[in-house]
Each structure stands twice: as C-alpha cells, then as structure tokens.
C-alpha cells in the first residue's frame, strides 16, 4: 500500500468505475440537456434548438394535468415523513441502547420491512382501508406506506451511530449536574447532528420520490412520481424532460443542502472543538 | 460493583458487542447504570412510536394480506370474509402465472450475477484501491446521489438513449452494425435488466464496502509480504470476508427484483410481465384476493431465496 507505483489492476478498475458513473449520471443527463428542447423539438436528439419553452408548459395547465397538485402532495409527505423519521428513528435508537422487552422482535419487524416486496406492503395497507371503509390519501395510508420505507434506513443509521457512540460525554454530562433531556438536548444531539441531517436526507427524498408502495396506498389522487409514471406512457412532448430535469433538479439541492449543512457542522467543530493535543 | 451495560445493539445480535471504535464504551460508573435501570419504561416509551408505525402500516396490513388471500369477492363487493381456497387455486392453474414466475426469477438470477459482480469490483476499487479517506468518501456519494432522485425519472431517461430514434440506434446506424433501428432495444427484457443494474447495483456496492472496510489490512500485508499477487490476495483474503457484505446486498437486490413493477411497466411495456406487475395489474381491477394469493407466493419465493442466503452468512454482524 505505501509503495508509489499503482498496480496495473488500478487503472483497469479506475476505468471500470469511470465507466459506472457514466452509466449511473448518463441517461439523467440526457433528460436535463433534452428538457432544454426547442419548441419544435421532439422526444428524442437531435437538439432542435435551445429554449426554456417546455419547462414554460410546466405552468400552463391544460397541457400537462394537475402536476402542481400531485406536487403538493409529493413534497407535504415528504416534509412530514422526514420530521417523522428523524423523531422517531432518533427515539427508538436511544431505545436500543437499552435491553427492553420485544427489542428484538421489534428490530426484525423494521428489517422484515425493508426487504418486504412493496406490492406485498401496498396491497396490504390498501386492503387494511378498504376493509376499514376509509378512504386512502396521501395523508393517511401513503403517508404509512413511505414511513415503513424511511424508517428501517433511519433506525439503521441510528444504530450504528449509537454503536459509536462514546457514552463518557453523558455520563459526564450527568456528573455535571445535567438532567435526563438536558443531556440530549446539549450532548447527544449535537454529537449526532451530521448522522441526523442524513436521516433526515433519507427521510425526505425516499418519501418524495417513492412509487412502488405508494401505488396502491395513495387513492385517487397521484403524488408526482404516480403522475410521471402515468404520463410516460403517452407523452408526447419534451414537457415531460422538463418536469423530469424539474424534480431532478430539487432532489440535487436536497441533497446538496443536507451535505453543506454536514460540512458546516464539520467545520464549526473543528473550530470551536476540542483543543487536544494542541498545547506544546 | 459495576454492572456492565452493553451498548447498544447486545440484544439485537449479540454478535456486534466487540469494542471497536473506543474501548472504553463498554464500562460505564455504577450510578449511571442504575439511572439507567430505574427508568425501564423510558425505552418502551422511545420505542412507540417507531413500534406504533409498524404495526399499523406493516404488521396488520400484512397479516390482512394473509387473511384477503382466502376471501372471496364479487365484481360489487371486493372483499368477502370467507376461507375459500379458490384464489390460491386459481393462481396455480393460470399458465400466466408460471410464466411471470418463471421471467421474474430469470431477471433476479441475471440482475443478482451482474450488480454482485459490478457491485464487488467497484467497492473493491473504493476500499483497497483509493489512498485517501477523502478520495474514498467523495467517490463513494458520487455512487450514492442517484440513489436519493427520482426513480421513475431514472427509468424514463433510458427512453431517449433505447427507444427507435434514441441515441444508441443512431450510432449504431452511423457506424453501419445494422441497417435500419432495432426495436428490441426499449420495452423489452434487456431494457428491464438494465433498468435494474443502473437502479440496485448501489444496493450491492455499499454493503460490500462496508465488509471490506473492516478487513484488517496486515492480513494483506503479510500475503504480500509472503509472495501473493494482487488475484491471490483478492481470491484468498478479500472474497471471503466480503461474504457478509455481499449477502446483504444480494438480499436487497432479491427483494427489490422480486416485487417490482414500476420498471417492468415503464421499461417493459406491456411486453414483459413480472409477478408484481401481474399482482398490480390484479389490484388495477381491484381483485384484493387473488392478488393478496398472488402475493403470498410471492412472499414465499422471497423467503425461500432470502432464507438460503441467511444460511450461509450471518447478517446481523453487520450494523
């Protein structure tokens, strides 16, 4: 490992991972350059001509069918599903630190929900409110559905944070005269904040853009990915790139403003940290 | 005295006690401890609301999956309590539903060989082959972002690359391979392995760099140090302790392949069926029982195949 010469298996490997990461951003690319279609354009290349004429359709109604609702009901879902995640997964971690009664069950439900196959999941909680006469929105029974989706990778990260987690700082805490919530408050969460903001990154993209368990648990009403599903089978025009390139393009700046807002705690704690090891 | 409370995770596995990142984490004064086990039903309360959200989303809906399977319906009332076999009946005696288990299993087994084999390389590449912590963090994300967008998005961008006038039949026209466009290339079983490589290989890379990580680099030095080459090492040393990693992700990959049918019917057409897509399109005519039947099998054939592989690789000393 500390010799300077890369073995040769590097560079083929190096090229395999090029390769990947052109096959992961590759055909993304291709629907953010062809939203910038000209309005003659077609679905597929060649560019007709550069515009921002079909993300302008976005805005005219008639043309696409209520995608700003079904928007709505995207990024509600996502919000309250990520605030439930964090609060929840964040709870159950500090949970699991402790021997209680059912830990174990409960901890294989969470993973059973995980690999659940998501028919199976949306079958079920659909035929749960129809057997109970309720009917489903995305408030009620989608809103379910996302959370067994969000809340075995939250609890998972919780896990494992908790697993390193150094228990000396609230025990000294606690030595210091802190209470119970005290301790939370101004140790533990502050410790785990970069652990939070990407349980909180999970929460919220893996609700907005979940389909597969929301289809049978949503009713009437479709959230965004349900509309561009619907919409892909007779699309017609590049409008659907656009709304495409649109939604893309918000989960980035999630993405984006979770990792700044790890990097910045990062930075603040190297600040103002400790100051081990720096004395002479 | 000092009663040792193990951290978190001892009731979970058992296995994930060994004191790793620090030491010390495993002792704790005896006063803590005790303000620990005054309050038991401080965990229970911790616990709720996580424990509500699953038995009300999860653990009931499943159970009613398994009790809709022997209900009967009618074109005007979907579910009529009863336990009737017929449902079950009627899924085996299809020849449909042979056919969809027979596609859904053929893509799992090539979705599994493609994304365990791509997935090992590359985490292979990320752990052994990168210098720096950065390095290694920076190209592990660039794996991740795609994993937090849009699904569906991430389907219908294969679109304008396969489709008649895509990209790929451009070029394969302007190099002169074929003579007119090839219409196999979207809405066929290659676009659906495809669309399941470029969505789950991530499912594999992270579980297998996670094993490699903790693969103690003086094994390597020593086979080094006693003459094996790079394969040698990587046969020998990494393969094996990779075995969890690779588990867990084949978990996934199954599960995931298993029950889809949003990129079977996007990327498929109406030309490839899977199991979900069949059961989807069962609960499209609102048909819950045959379709919670349906399911049930399913679920089987999930377990069975999950089932062999927790035999061979114990998962839960992975968190």
């Known amino acids: 490992m500390h010799a300077a010469a890369r073995p040769p298996?590097?560079?083929?490997?190096?090229?395999?991972?090029?390769?990947?990461v052109v096959f992961l951003y590759g055909p993304i690319a291709t629907v953010v350059v062809l939203a910038?279609?000209?309005?003659?354009?077609?679905?597929?290349?060649?560019?007709?001509?550069?515009?921002?004429?079909?993300?302008?359709?976005?805005?005219?109604?008639?043309?696409?069918?209520?995608?700003?609702?079904?928007?709505?009901?995207?990024?509600?879902?996502?919000?309250?599903?990520?605030?439930?995640?964090v609060l929840f997964s964040f709870l159950a971690g500090l949970a699991f630190r402790r021997r209680f009664l059912g830990a174990t069950a409960l901890f294989y439900v969470v993973i059973a929900s995980l690999v659940m196959p998501s028919v199976v999941v949306s079958l079920g909680i659909g035929a749960m409110f129809e057997m109970l006469g309720i009917e489903r929105a995305w408030y009620s029974s989608a809103l379910g559905a996302h959370l067994t989706w969000t809340l075995p990778f939250g609890l998972l990260i919780m896990l494992a944070v908790f697993n390193r987690f150094n228990s000396a700082f609230e025990e000294a805490a606690h030595d210091l005269g802190a209470r119970g919530w005290q301790t939370i408050r101004y140790v533990v969460v502050p410790i785990i904040a970069p652990s939070l903001v990407g349980v909180a990154l999970f929460g919220f993209t893996l609700s907005y853009d979940e389909i597969a368990r929301t289809s049978q648990s949503v009713g009437a009403l479709n959230t965004l990915p349900l509309e561009l599903e619907a919409m892909q089978t007779n699309a017609t025009t590049p409008v659907i790139y656009a709304l495409?390139?649109?939604?893309?393009?918000?989960?980035?700046?999630?993405?984006?403003?979770?990792?700044?807002?790890?990097?910045?705690?990062?930075?603040?704690?190297?600040?103002?940290?400790?100051?081990?090891g720096k004395a002479v | 005295m000092t009663i040792s409370v193990r951290p978190l995770g001892s009731d979970i596995g058992g296995s994930i006690t060994k004191p790793c990142a620090n030491p010390d984490s495993g002792v704790r004064s005896g006063e803590a401890t005790v303000m620990r086990r005054k309050l038991p039903i401080v965990a229970y309360l911790e616990a709720l609301p996580l424990a509500v959200v699953f038995l009300l989303f999860f653990v009931v809906p499943i159970a009613l999956v398994v009790v809709v399977s022997f209900f009967s319906y009618e074109t005007y009332q979907i579910l009529i309590p009863d336990f009737t076999l017929d449902n079950f009946r009627e899924v085996f005696s299809e020849a449909v539903t042979y056919r969809t288990y027979f596609i859904t299993v053929k893509f799992c087994l090539i979705v599994w060989a493609i994304t365990s084999v791509l997935g090992f390389f590359i985490a292979y590449f990320l752990a052994f082959q990168l210098r720096s912590r950065t390095s290694q963090t920076v190209l592990l994300l660039v794996c991740?972002?795609?994993?937090?967008?849009?699904?569906?998005?991430?389907?219908?961008?294969?679109?304008?690359?396969?489709?008649?006038?895509?990209?790929?039949?451009?070029m394969l026209l302007g190099i002169g391979v074929v003579d007119r466009p090839q219409e196999w290339l979207l809405y066929s079983e290659l676009a659906v392995i495809l669309g399941y490589v470029h969505l789950y290989t991530l499912m594999m890379i992270v579980p297998i760099f996670n094993s490699m990580v903790r693969i103690d680099r003086s094994l390597i030095e020593a086979a080094t140090d006693a003459g094996a080459n790079t394969f040698q090492v990587l046969?020998?040393?990494?393969?094996?302790?990779?075995?969890?990693?690779?588990?867990?992700?084949?978990?996934?990959?199954?599960?995931?392949?298993?029950?889809?049918?949003?990129?079977?019917?996007?990327?498929g057409g109406g030309q490839v069926a899977?199991?979900?897509?069949?059961?989807?399109?069962?609960?499209?005519?609102?048909?819950?029982?045959?379709?919670?039947?349906?399911?049930?099998?399913?679920?089987?054939?999930?377990?069975v195949m999950i089932a062999l592989l927790v035999r061979i690789v114990d998962i839960r000393k992975e968190l």
């Open chain 1, 9 to 20: 298996i590097f560079y083929g490997l190096a090229v395999l991972f090029v390769l990947f």
């Open chain 1, 36 to 85: 910038f279609q000209g309005p003659e354009g077609g679905l597929v290349f060649p560019m007709n001509s550069v515009s921002l004429h079909w993300f302008g359709e976005l805005f005219r109604t008639q043309s696409i069918g209520d995608i700003w609702g079904a928007f709505d009901r995207s990024i509600a879902p996502g919000a309250i599903v990520m605030v439930a995640t």
């Open chain 1, 244 to 276: 495409g390139a649109m939604t893309t393009g918000l989960s980035f700046l999630v993405i984006g403003v979770c990792l700044l807002g790890v990097i910045a705690v990062r930075r603040r704690r190297n600040r103002f940290g400790s100051d081990a």
């Open chain 2, 144 to 170: 991740s972002i795609p994993f937090w967008t849009s699904i569906v998005i991430r389907m219908i961008a294969w679109i304008p690359l396969l489709g008649r006038n895509g990209l790929v039949n451009r």
């Open chain 2, 235 to 267: 046969q020998t040393i990494i393969l094996p302790r990779s075995k969890t990693g690779i588990a867990v992700g084949s978990i996934f990959v199954i599960a995931l392949v298993m029950g889809d049918f949003v990129t079977v019917d996007v990327l």
């Open chain 2, 274 to 303: 899977s199991v979900g897509k069949q059961i989807a399109t069962q609960l499209s005519y609102l048909q819950f029982p045959p379709a919670a039947a349906n399911a049930m099998i399913l679920l089987l054939a999930v377990i």
